[in-house]
């Protein structure tokens, strides 16, 4: 049982590059959630999937997707990275909410 | 968007002492209180909650306290030991909508000196 697993673990882009971040979970848990932490702001939320098809806008969606095709996987995209993008990406899940469930993160620099 | 604050942002404690940190929020329908531990490199993880039906609960050395009248909850560190040595988060929900979404606080950082 791995838990919330998230790929890649690092990454360096150039501005207006685009990449996913892939996170799967084992748990069978129907939400999903996508973070950013950035020093001194806490976790804020990106977006978040409450079952599979579905994906709603979190704190700061602004020039990230999302799409919940299967259950276990939630997948986070940049079309255009920006440097104010570079952070530390978390990815969560929880069976009905509450509790969540986090991955280890992606940390991700743009240059 | 909801409010929430959390202090101090830093705690420095000798080994042994206690430790506490408080959260305030501004309002929640929820009766749902988590607090999270995130150690150096790692994903948050869920520490203890409370739930408003109950005022306190512990957890061997853990405990959060919630005064729902007043809008904050509490962690408490007994007996702190180096391994505490982490950022804690509070992430009470937001007003709107139940506890599919949880608002956290920026985080204070302990630091417990051996």
């Known amino acids: 049982n791995a838990g919330v697993t998230q790929t890649p673990k690092f990454r360096v882009l150039k501005t207006g590059q685009s990449m996913t971040l892939l996170c799967a979970q084992d748990?069978?848990?129907?939400?999903m959630y996508w973070y950013r932490q950035d020093p001194g702001m806490g976790l804020r939320l990106i977006h978040y999937?409450?079952?599979?098809?579905?994906?709603a806008k979190g704190e700061v969606p602004d020039g990230y997707n999302v799409s919940r095709l299967k259950k276990q996987n939630f997948l986070l995209g940049l079309e255009s990275a920006a440097p104010s993008q570079t952070s530390v990406y978390f990815c969560?899940?929880?069976?009905?909410?509450?509790?969540?469930?986090f991955g280890p993160g992606t940390r991700l620099l743009v240059l | 968007g909801e409010n929430v604050e959390q202090h101090p942002s830093t705690l420095s404690v000798q080994e042994g002492d206690s430790a506490v940190i408080k959260c305030t929020y501004s309002?929640?329908?929820?009766?749902?209180f988590p607090w999270y531990k995130q150690e150096l490199g790692k994903g948050p993880q869920l520490i203890i909650d409370?739930?408003?039906?109950?005022g306190e609960k512990k957890d061997q050395r853990i405990a959060v306290t919630l005064n729902k009248t007043a809008k904050h909850f509490s962690l408490h560190i007994t007996e702190t030991q180096p391994e505490d040595s982490a950022v804690y988060f509070c992430?009470?929900?937001?007003?709107?909508?139940?506890?599919?979404?949880?608002?956290f606080g920026k985080g204070t950082k302990l630091t417990v000196n051996p």
């Open positions: 999937s409450v079952g599979e098809g579905t994906t």
């Open positions: 409370i739930r408003s039906n109950v």
């Open positions: 748990m069978n848990h129907e939400y």
């Open positions: 992430a009470p929900p937001p007003l709107q909508g139940g506890s599919e979404k949880l608002v």
């Open positions: 969560a899940s929880s069976y009905v909410g509450e509790t969540q469930y």
């Open positions: 309002d929640s329908a929820s009766n749902y």
